[in-house]
């Protein structure tokens, strides 16, 4: 991969209902709640660059909790670089996955009130020349490439498993905190081309924003953020929209 001007921007957003947001955004070395940012950097594979989506589950107070301690985690994944195989990088991912799961439980274990946490994680990390997808729960990673959206990751819920339309899609059975005889990761490597963008976002926005919208307005992120709360707002909005 040469030397790519990669754009970002992210926004987190509380919603039009709920009073506390359990969303979190990891962008590129930064955590995101409640505000946004966006910049511009150099890539090229000497780099390792990161942006993640994670959306708390099990109240107020744990569901924010999950959501940080993951992306903290993730943050001192991405420090300690990967390996040089591309193999090799699928595995660290999904053993990184492994024990950000056990240190959810772990946490939730010490602390009665946080009993029930859980947090979705959808990410995106950019190193040694190449681009890795690593996706838990039903939190979305699309791709718009020619002005055509695609959704590269799979909804870990009941709804996708069953293809049963009338199952609400907020059912989920796969998530950070989850029983680890029960929890699995996806991770792939995409195949990027310059011009590409990618949206990282919680259901938030895509429970209540249709495809062909999202398409349409794939290129602001305050847009896509006001469309869901303009449709209700009923769950917290967090989106990260990646130009290559």
């Keep these: 991969m040469k030397i790519i001007n990669l754009k970002y921007s992210a926004l987190s957003d509380v919603g039009c209902v709920r009073s506390d947001n359990e969303d979190m955004a990891y962008v590129a070395g930064r955590l995101i709640r409640d505000s946004g940012c966006s910049g511009d950097l150099k890539y090229d594979s000497t780099d390792t660059i990161a942006f993640a989506v994670a959306d708390g589950m099990g109240g107020c107070e744990g569901g924010e909790v999950a959501s940080e301690i993951v992306c903290r985690s ?46 979705t994680f959808t990410g995106l990390l950019f190193a040694h020349g190449h681009l890795w997808l690593i ?46 005889s029960e929890f699995t990761s996806d991770v792939s490597e995409l195949y990027c081309l310059e011009g590409d963008s990618y949206l990282l976002c919680s259901d938030g926005l895509s429970d209540l924003v249709p495809d062909d919208i999202i398409e349409s307005n794939s290129d602001d992120i305050q847009t896509l953020v006001d469309l869901a709360k303009a449709a209700g707002g009923r769950d917290n909005i967090t989106a990260i929209i990646i130009n290559l």
């Excluded at 591309?86 to 660290?92: F, N």
């Excluded at 946490?107 to 859980?118: C, F, H, K, S």
């Excluded at 996706?135 to 009941?158: A, P, T």
């Design 74 to 119: 993730f943050a001192s994944f991405v420090k300690t670089g990967l390996p040089g195989k591309d193999t090799d990088a699928i595995t660290a991912l999904k053993e990184w996955a492994i024990a950000a799961n056990r240190l959810i439980l772990d946490t939730a274990g010490l602390r009665p009130d946080l009993a029930e946490m859980a947090t």
């Design 135 to 180: 996706n838990i729960g039903d939190s979305r990673c699309y791709r718009i490439r020619g002005g055509i959206l695609k959704q590269l990751s799979v909804d870990h819920s009941e709804r996708e498993r069953t293809k049963n339309s009338a199952i609400p899609s907020n059912l989920i059975y796969n998530y950070m905190g989850n029983t680890p």
